[in-house]
C-alpha cells in the first residue's frame, strides 16, 4: 500500500543529543514537510521540500536540519540547539502544490 | 503571512447533534483541506476544498474562497468524531499553513 512512513513511533533522547527522525513515502509526491505540535496546540511548519536537493525553512526552523537526497526520503534531525525538542513530529507529501496534504502517523519525541 | 482562525476553539455535542465549525483566512488562497486528528494522533483527510461544496456521510464542506471562509457540517454527531479539526491553507506555491483547530467531544 501506498502511504507514509514514520520511523520510530517514539523516541526518548538525553539533553545535548542530536536525533534524526525519519520520513519516507512511496506515493511517488514531489513535496514533502515537516511540522511539529505541542500538547493541545495546532501543526506548526519546520521545513519543506519541493524537490531533490532543495528545501525552504518553514515559521520554526532554528535548531532543526533537514536533508532530501531522495524523492522517498525527508529525513529531520532535531539539534542540540532546539531548547525544547519535546513535541510530536508529523510528516507530510503531496503531489503538487495545488493537491491534498497526506499525513504520516507521527513521532512522539521525548527529552529529558 | 496569512492568518488562518478556526471557531469555535472547543465544542460540545450530545450524540446526534449537528454542528458547523468554521475556517477564516485572511488572504487569497490556492487549496484548503479539512483534516481530523484522532485521539491517537493520526491526521485523516477529510476534504481538499479550495471552492465549493462537497459531501462525504455525514460531513460535509463549504469553501467560499471570494469571502475568504470555509464551513464543515457534521451531522448526526458520533461519539468517534471527536477530536480536532484543523483546516489548511495554500496561498500558493506549497507552504501550507494550520489553523489553531477545533476539538470537538461527543458525549454519549
Known sequence: DGGITQSPKYLFRKEGQNVTLSCEQNL???????Y???PGQGLRLIYYSQIVNDFQKGD???????????????????????????????????????S?????NGTRLTVT | GIQVE????DLIL???ANSTLRCNFSDSVNNLQWFHQNPWGQLIN?????SGTK???????????????????????QTTDSGVYFCAVNTGGFKTIFGAGTRLFVKA
Not at chain 1, 511517488?28 to 515537516?34: F, L, T, V
Not at chain 2, 477529510?46 to 479550495?50: A, D, G, K, T, V
Request: proline share 7%; with cysteine.
Open chain 1, 28 to 34: 511517488n509526491h514531489d513535496a514533502m514537510y515537516w
Open chain 1, 36 to 38: 511539529r505540535q505541542d
Open chain 1, 60 to 98: 520554526i526552523a532554528e535548531g532543526y536540519s533537514v536533508s532530501r537526497e531522495k524523492k522517498e526520503s525527508f529525513p529531520l534531525t532535531v539539534t542540540s540547539a532546539q531548547k525544547n525538542p519535546t513535541a510530536f513530529y508529523l510528516c507530510a507529501s503531496r503531489k503538487g502544490g495545488n
Open chain 1, 100 to 104: 491534498p496534504l497526506h499525513f504520516g
Open chain 2, 6 to 9: 478556526q471557531s469555535p476553539p
Open chain 2, 14 to 16: 450530545q450524540e446526534g
Open chain 2, 46 to 50: 477529510l476534504f481538499y476544498i479550495p
Open chain 2, 55 to 77: 459531501q462525504n456521510g455525514r460531513l460535509s464542506a463549504t469553501t467560499v474562497a471570494t469571502e475568504r471562509y470555509s464551513l464543515l457540517y457534521i451531522s448526526s454527531s
